[in-house]
Nanobody
Framework: VQLQASGGGLAQPGESLRLSCTTS????????IGWIRQAPGKEREGVSL???????TYHRDSVKGRFTISRETKNTVSLQMNNLKFEDTAVYYC????????????????????WGLGTLVTVSS
């Protein structure tokens, strides 16, 4: 299942943005949904993840206390990003996820399904 990320934009440091991850028509039924980002010239990195069965969440250390991932509806997962920093600037993608070895989020390694075009978040003063 390919998911679509949306909600990116321009924000100043300290401001907030809310990203959405949706699947058209069908219910999200994967083990987990993860957010991944890629900044210009950098490797892709895992950001936040939610296990759909029990709602347990995982975050990379640099976003803990600032980002919240939650399931909004049967086919939407959101990423609330508060107190944005310059280093949060990146293209954000969402994808289905399961335990694996591709990217680390919250001390666990995950594999991801196909991700779509992503949504650009730019933090600038």
């Amino acid at each position: 299942v390919q998911l679509q990320a949306s909600g990116g934009g321009l924000a100043q440091p300290g401001e907030s943005l809310r990203l959405s991850c949706t699947t058209s028509g069908s219910t999200l039924d994967s083990y987990a949904i993860g957010w991944i980002r890629q900044a210009p010239g950098k490797e892709r990195e895992g950001v936040s993840l939610i296990r759909l069965g029990d709602g347990r969440t995982y975050h990379r250390d640099s976003v803990k206390g600032r980002f919240t991932i939650s399931r909004e509806t049967k086919n939407t997962v959101s990423l609330q990003m508060n107190n944005l920093k310059f280093e949060d600037t990146a293209v954000y993608y969402c994808a289905t996820a399961n335990y694996g070895s591709t990217l680390e989020i919250g001390d666990w390694w995950w594999d991801f399904g196909p991700w779509g075009l992503g949504t650009l978040v730019t933090v600038s003063s």
